[in-house]
Structures are given as structure tokens and as C-alpha cells.
């Protein structure tokens, strides 16, 4: 990978599935700085940067791209539901390619496999297929000095569910904190969830290394996997978060998620001193 003088400037895309924003940046086309950390960092941040939730550097592939995901905090991530939606966006526009084609976004928690299901003026809309949930169990957790019900499970990163209510204040109460957990020493991705109905789970999420956002992809595939397996969903139904209605099918060997992503714009950002 070369490295950017701090004199010089970098393009990127900007993105969102539902309101839940990344930054693209293509490795092979610029240099990139040494310290990707600090990069996220400074991009990510909402006012002295260009903002975003996070950041995925990318490479093209024949079949789609490479990545590799930072929060906005910086930290790593494995995968994001949200943010391989919005490459397969960009790499669908670039491609020119139509419904019934698929893009393959490499990730630090495998391969997704994304279907082009279809094109809504500047929407883009895609199931992916995330792979089988694992680790899936209930536990008791203690939340300053109250005793928590929690989903846990991986699905390609580390979630926690809480069935319930999904309220402002339990988010800031209960998920934050849970977030930050003991028991979970890479940190954890937080959602509240409700069941409505069975093929309806209203959730809000807070998401390690961010805070709140408006949707997560990988969040929506914890909670409608947590909310079938003990909330008594059903395996196929719809999760509501506060950018907008995901869908998930949880089948015995994956998930498979549908939803939307757009390309906002192309970005050229001067990486000047600090």
C-alpha cells in the first residue's frame, strides 16, 4: 500500500444505507496514509472532518472488492452489514451493472455475497448473504448493579441484543454501557429490540466504536436472529430502525439481509496538517 504525502489530496465516496454513512476510499487509485486509525479519525469526525460513521478502505476485485472497515473511533471492525450495501453501491454504479448481478465484498469476517435486486432512482437495493449466526445464547449481564437479559451472538462481528423496550433512555443507560462491557473485550455492538409482531422488530441500536446510529445492518441480522430465537419472532420479518425497515431471513446455514444503499457524492479532501 503507498503512502500519501500530507500535502496531497484524497478522493473518496460518500455513502449511506438508511442514514448509517461510510467514507470509500479506493487503495488502489490513492495513497493512503500509514496511520489508517487517525485517518478514520479525522474523516469520520462531523465537524471538523467530512463525517461518517466509518471508514472502509477498499481494493477492486474482478468479482467485487477487498476491504477493510474502521470505526469512526478508529478502532477495527470486522464487517458491516450497512457498509459493504454502500461498496456494492458504488462498485454497481461504476460496473454499470443491473438487477440480478452480484458484487462479492471481501471482509475481515469473510466473504458477503450481494444480489442486485433492483434500482429505485438513486437507490440501490441488495440482499446480502451474511453467513450463520454463532455463539447464540442468552446471558445475565450486570448493568450498574442491575441484572440485564441479553442475546448475545456473532454474526461476522460481536452483538448484543436486548429484547424489550427500545427507549432513548435505556439506550443511553443500558446500551452505552453494555457497549463497553467487561464481558465483551473487543467491545460489543448494542440494540434494543421490540418485538411488534412476529414479522416486525423495531430496534435502536448503539454501535461499538460510533455511538448511536441510524441503522446497522449486521445489528438488524442480531436482532431478528435474537428475536426469533427468544422473543418469538418469526425467522422472516422486518426491522425497523430509525433510518428506515431492513429485512431478514434467518435460514438454518444464513442470514440474509435486504435493504437499500445510495452514493451521495465524490469527495476530494486535503490532507493538510492536523
Known sequence: MSHARPDQTLSLVKAHALGNDFLLLNAAAAGVPADAAMLARRLCDRHRGVGADGLIIFTPTPAGASSRLLNADGSPSEVSGNGVRCLAAWLARERELGPGATVAVDTDAGTKTLTLLGID?????????????????????????????????????????????????????????????????????????????????????????VGPTEASGTGACAAAVAAAAYGGAARSSDVIAPGGVQHVDWTGDDIRLTGWAEVIAGIDWWMGAA
Do not use: K, Y
Not at 445475565?140 to 452483538?159: F, I, K, Y
Open 121 to 209: 432512482g438513486a437507490r440501490l437495493v441488495f440482499r446480502a448473504s451474511m453467513g450463520p449466526p454463532t455463539d447464540l445464547r442468552e446471558e445475565r449481564l450486570d448493568v450498574n448493579g442491575h441484572q440485564v437479559t441479553a442475546v448475545v451472538l456473532r454474526v461476522g462481528n460481536p452483538q448484543c441484543v436486548v429484547l424489550g423496550p427500545a427507549t432513548e433512555e435505556r439506550l443511553v443507560s443500558i446500551a452505552s454501557r453494555l457497549a463497553v462491557h467487561p464481558f465483551f473485550p473487543e467491545g460489543t455492538n448494542v440494540e434494543l429490540a421490540t418485538v411488534e409482531a412476529p414479522d416486525r422488530v423495531r430496534i435502536l441500536i448503539w454501535e461499538r466504536g
